[in-house]
């Protein structure tokens, strides 16, 4: 297995709606990346789990909560989100050394908040 | 970690080679240069990397220059299919696990038939 899945494929949500995004990988990869990418742009890194634990978070705002229940499975957690949150939300994963090896991305949750 | 400068867009013809630049004059030693692209609605897809030598794969091959102040990611014959957003990123090699990909602009490869 040498992907990276990510469900849903597309959400809708409301505003006072609570949601979350799963990204599921069973390459052994023990580093996990939430990147948000809107239109015509580069994403952007949001969080990135290290060994199961949040190692970087780029002052995220807090209606976006991640979780690594395991060494396989990233979750992002929505909550009251906002228009301007609809964006495409990019998983990642790699083997440690990372810039070594390369990471592999998953095909992405494409959000719309309404 | 170091800025890297693309082209904002290039042409191509199918089957001819296309040779997409990456300046990187501030690179140091520890970096890493890596490509990816993506597709329309798709994810970013890895590409090649390399650290001081010229790479090849079999998607494409890496010209690092000799001072790594600059690279060129080559394809050497564009299908269709090649049409996407390239992405010329830095990474620079940590001690731990979970490092930043830290995209720039890329440059928006255009194919014709």
């Known amino acids: 297995d040498t992907e990276v899945t990510q469900t849903p494929k597309h959400l809708v949500m409301g505003m006072t709606n609570k949601k979350s995004l799963k990204c599921e990988q069973h390459?052994?990869?023990?580093?996990m990346y939430w990147y948000k990418q809107k239109a015509k742009k580069p994403p952007e890194l949001m969080f990135v789990y290290s060994y199961e634990k949040l190692s970087i978070n780029e002052s995220v705002p807090s209606r976006f909560s991640p979780e690594c229940p395991n060494s396989s499975l990233l979750n992002l957690h929505l909550h009251a989100l906002q228009p301007e949150d609809s964006a495409l939300y990019l998983c990642?994963?790699?083997?440690?050394?990372?810039?070594?090896?390369?990471?592999?991305f998953g095909s992405g949750t494409r959000l719309t908040v309404v | 970690d170091a800025k890297t400068t693309q082209p904002n867009s290039m042409e191509s013809n199918e089957e001819e080679p296309v040779h997409l630049p990456c300046n990187h004059s501030?690179?140091?030693?520890?970096?890493?240069i890596h490509w990816y692209r993506q597709l329309p609605s798709q994810g970013p897809e890895y590409v090649i990397h390399g650290l001081t030598s010229n790479v090849n794969n079999r998607m494409a091959s890496l010209a690092i220059a000799e001072d790594r102040k600059s690279s060129t990611l080559i394809l050497h014959r564009a299908t269709l299919r090649d049409a996407a957003v390239y992405y010329c990123?830095?990474?620079?090699?940590?001690?731990?696990?979970?490092?930043?990909?830290?995209f720039g602009e890329g440059t928006q490869l255009t194919v014709n038939p």
């Open positions: 390459m052994g990869h023990r580093a």
């Open positions: 990123i830095l990474t620079t090699l940590r001690e731990t696990s979970g490092s930043r990909l830290t």
């Open positions: 990642a994963s790699s083997l440690d050394r990372a810039e070594v090896y390369g990471y592999t």
């Open positions: 501030t690179i140091s030693g520890t970096d890493y």
